[in-house]
């Protein structure tokens, strides 16, 4: 089992940036992938970023260079990095992790961005 509390969202103005954090905890030794999905009101959840155990990364095409994920190894977290903001990110981010093809949420938090 992982369990994963992610911080950071809030509200902020249209090219403004934020950074997300997600802790993991429990059986994380055998972590595949980490990463950050977002679900907006009336749409699916849909993949952000994620960042493979090799290094290797997969970003959506609508934040290709503005949002970049990282991991600190030594703090068991990974953060989402979120530059010139646009409205359209408003959502809930979704932490992720990716243990032997097993899917593990935390809770969600909160982005909003005002035009």
């Known amino acids: 089992q992982v369990q994963l509390v992610e911080s950071g969202g809030g509200l902020v103005q249209a090219g403004g940036s934020l950074r997300l954090s997600c802790a993991a905890s429990?059986?994380?030794?055998?972590?595949?992938?980490m990463g950050w999905y977002r679900q907006a009101p009336g749409k699916q959840r849909e993949l952000v970023a994620r960042?493979?155990?090799?290094?290797?990364?997969n970003y959506a095409d609508s934040v290709k260079g503005r949002f970049s994920i990282s991991r600190d190894h030594a703090k068991n977290t990974v953060y989402l990095q979120m530059n010139s903001l646009k409205p359209e990110d408003t959502a809930v981010y979704y932490c992720n992790a990716l243990q032997s093809w097993v899917d593990y949420w935390g809770q969600g938090t909160q982005v909003t961005v005002s035009s």
């Open positions: 960042l493979w155990g090799a290094g290797s990364t």
């Open positions: 429990g059986s994380i030794f055998r972590i595949d992938a």
